[in-house]
């Protein structure tokens, strides 16, 4: 199957320093990207669809000023969280379809980036 | 907005079989998915309904009626592997024109436990 990258793994950050997740299609392209975070034991919450050469679309409650993204390529989508607090620590998730491979319906997970913003 | 129900735990043994359900409500329905993540790990598909009726995967099947919001997984000849969170997820438009997929949303997970 499609392979979704994530960088860094974990990463720890002051509060109100930035903090910048990176996620990539390694075996494809996708014009479309997800954004998800995971608090402990709980679900997924999306929190944005990041599309390449224009803006992201950001779910109601999600500040798009605290959550910068980019999708510069067809491979490349990146997160940035700006001014981080504590609050902000959880797993944030990236998320793709390859929809070349004709396995349209499989939504593709990277392995996920733990902040903890101390 | 979308909200999708579905139990929080189940417990099993090895060799049964199990089914988790999942009802749902949606503004705009494409097809109601379930995905398996273990502790730590990244989600990973399992099935995908956009039809009524189900569909078989080995030792997985998920059903889906559209006209009572309505899906389940089954899972047969569990094995200690399968100890892990499953969620169901639906399908629905995007938000926007600028982008052509579809967006997925999660339901809170069902942790499977299997025990020897």
């Known amino acids: 199957g499609a392979v979704v990258s994530q960088h860094p793994s974990w990463v720890i950050c002051k509060s109100g320093t930035s903090v910048k997740i990176e996620c990539r299609s390694l075996?494809?392209?996708?014009?479309?990207m997800f954004w998800y975070r995971q608090f402990p034991k709980q679900s997924l919450m999306l929190m944005a669809t990041s599309n390449e050469g224009s803006k992201a679309t950001y779910e109601q409650g999600v500040e798009k000023d605290k959550f910068l993204i980019n999708h510069a390529s067809l491979t490349l989508s990146t997160l940035t969280v700006t001014s981080a607090h504590p609050e902000d620590s959880s797993f944030y998730i990236c998320?793709?379809?390859?929809?070349?491979?004709?396995?349209?319906?499989?939504?593709?997970f990277g392995p996920g980036t733990r902040l903890t913003v101390t | 907005g979308q909200s999708l129900e579905q139990p929080s735990e189940v417990t099993a043994v090895e060799g049964a079989i199990v089914q988790i359900n999942c009802t749902y409500q949606t503004s705009g329905f494409y097809g109601l998915s379930w995905y398996q993540q273990h502790d730590g790990g990244a989600p990973t598909f399992l099935s995908y309904n956009a039809l009524d009726g189900l569909e078989e995967t080995g030792r997985f099947s998920s059903f889906l009626s559209r006209s009572d919001s309505y899906g389940y997984l089954l899972l047969q000849e569990l094995q200690m592997k399968d100890s892990a969170s499953y969620f169901c997820a639906v399908r629905v438009p995007p938000a926007d024109r600028g982008s052509t997929l579809g967006r997925l949303y999660f339901g809170r997970g069902t942790q499977l436990t299997v025990w020897p």
């Open positions: 998320s793709a379809r390859d929809l070349a491979s004709g396995r349209i319906n499989e939504q593709y």
């Open positions: 075996d494809f392209q996708a014009t479309t």
